[in-house]
């Protein structure tokens, strides 16, 4: 009986230590070109990046150029974050004449001609972070 009650205890003191971690990902935009709209921030791991639903998003009011959102229980890995100045509250990226109409960057900053690519932008989360994200 000892034995079994010893075996019990092993196994959900390993259970604990089996739970992943999380973290939190504060990221700031600190330079909209207006307080008109909002700030949509999204998340992506490699497979959601520009295909599917971000892993978190968030749209957030714009105060003196500035926004700011937190992404909690993030677990660790490899992320890339799309950030638009959304002016017209839609939730997507407007076009004039084939090029975005709205200001928007990726995490890394690495913007070019054509669509964002995951491996410029992504970074590696394994820790609480903070980030900066200039439009």
Same mark, same amino acid.
């Given at each position: 009986m000892k034995t079994f009650i010893t075996t019990i205890a092993?196994?959900?003191s390993l259970l604990s230590f089996a739970q992943?971690?999380?973290h939190t990902l504060k990221v700031t935009v600190p330079n909209a070109t207006s307080d008109k709209g909002e700030m949509v921030f999204?998340?992506?791991?490699?497979?959601?990046?520009?295909?599917a639903a @971000?892993?978190?998003? &968030?749209?957030v009011k714009?105060? =003196?150029?500035?926004?700011t959102v937190t992404f909690e229980n993030?677990? @660790?890995?490899e992320? &890339?974050?799309?950030?638009?100045? =959304?002016?017209n509250g839609n939730q997507r990226m407007d076009f004039k004449d084939g090029m975005p109409a709205e200001n928007y960057n990726v995490s890394g900053g690495q913007m070019s001609f054509g669509p964002p690519v995951f491996g410029d932008a992504k970074f590696t989360l394994k820790e609480d972070t903070e980030m900066?994200?200039?439009l």
């Open positions: 092993l196994f959900i992943e971690t999380t999204a998340l992506n791991t490699k497979e959601t990046f520009m295909v @971000p892993v978190q998003s &968030a749209a714009i105060e =003196d150029g500035v926004a993030v677990a @660790p890995g992320y &890339a974050i799309i950030v638009l100045h =959304d002016l900066t994200i200039r």
